[in-house]
């Protein structure tokens, strides 16, 4: 989970220079999942190849609702919403993933709110605070912070530099804001679905590659419909190219796949959990690369969501350390001195004299 944050916050480095170079969002989403596909397939088809499960009408659909909500609208949504805002307030904005995960799953009946348990308490106050947290990130401005300043802006001579540097002076803030919260709660639902997936089809490699087909196909079919300049579909040896093959490749193919093996491991809401170190990661690479400025009121909510997040882990972690897995135990009683054991060979079985 730690490589995947590392790699999800390049993404975001990319996504804001396909942005600046004038790439439309829907064709970049479309061809991440192309490329995601046609690197996932060989792989799925070589390596699950004789323990892949029949596949059913079932899992089809249960493909077509990941790739719906973990592919297709989730990053659409991110990337309008980090067009509208930062790579920075876009990021703290997903640490709402574990608290949305946690409503989502107490909905569907997969956590269980225990409100006499200091456990309950904290998971349901997290989320209060996260969800907070993300009020005041959106609401609140403050006095610009200066951490430090390299004078290398990535940007400047693009199709964003005429934005101020400042997001919340943009008219399309709140905007932003709401779909960057839209796309939280598309990937925690995704999160609940790879849960079932997983059990129904306990392959890794072709439920993502099944996953990436479909948010291809739908992908494809939005952008067709939306964007009608065929100028726009052409890829060269440049960012775009950069971009959508590093997002489709590495992010959609190898990294979902590690976070879908993460959830079989250790369920949704463990791999939510490492969502903050994104939110570190793009705002160095922010501030350095792309000048973007730090405020009062985006460090005060990403604390607060922070702090709400691991309000939520600290519940679940206690929660998971009071459930003890049940073991085999072998009870033996004292033999009597006047009985002696032989061993029925035909049957299999002690018999006892």
């Not at 996260?130 to 001579?157: C, E, P």
Request: charged fraction near 10%; glycine fraction near 8%; proline fraction near 3%.
């Amino acid at each position: 989970m730690l490589l995947v944050q590392s790699v999800f916050a390049g993404v975001n480095v990319l996504y804001k220079l396909a942005l600046n170079d004038g790439m439309n969002l829907m064709i970049m989403i479309a061809f991440r999942f192309v490329f995601a596909s046609l690197f996932m397939f060989p792989l799925a088809f070589f390596l699950e190849r004789n323990k892949r499960p029949k596949m059913t009408r079932s899992i089809l659909f249960y493909g077509f609702l990941c790739g719906l909500f973990g592919g297709t609208l989730s990053q659409n949504l991110y990337v309008q919403s980090l067009a509208m805002t930062s790579a920075t307030f876009v990021s703290a904005m997903q640490n709402l993933a574990p608290a949305i995960t946690f409503l989502l799953a107490l909905s569907f009946g997969m956590e269980k709110l225990e409100m006499r348990s200091k456990e309950g308490v904290a998971k349901v106050a997290g989320t209060l605070v996260g969800i907070g947290g993300a009020m005041f990130l959106t609401f609140y401005k403050g006095i610009q912070i200066s951490i430090w300043s390299t004078h290398v802006d990535l940007l400047r001579g693009g199709h964003l530099a005429h934005l101020p540097q400042n997001p919340h002076h943009s008219h399309n803030f709140v905007l932003g804001s709401l779909l960057a919260l839209a796309s939280c709660l598309s990937y925690s639902f995704w999160l609940i679905l790879q849960t079932k997936m997983t059990k129904i089809y306990p392959c890794q490699y072709s439920s993502t590659a099944l996953m990436c087909m479909m948010g291809a196909i739908q992908g494809l079919a939005i952008s067709i419909c939306v964007e009608r300049d065929w100028k726009q579909w052409k890829l060269g040896w440049n960012i775009r190219l950069l971009t959508v093959a590093f997002a489709g490749i590495v992010a959609s193919g190898a990294m979902v796949t590690l976070m879908a093996w993460c959830v079989r491991m250790r369920g949704p809401l463990y791999v939510s959990s490492f969502s903050p170190l994104m939110l570190l990661l793009v705002a160095i690479a922010g501030s350095l690369c792309l000048q973007e400025s730090l405020h009062l009121g985006s460090v005060i909510g990403a604390v607060l969501i922070v702090c709400g997040l691991y309000m939520v882990l600290w519940g679940k972690s206690r929660e998971m350390n009071n459930i003890l897995p049940l073991k085999d135990v072998e009870v033996t009683t004292p033999k009597p001195q006047n009985e002696s054991q032989f061993y029925d060979i035909k049957n299999n079985t002690s018999i006892t004299t």
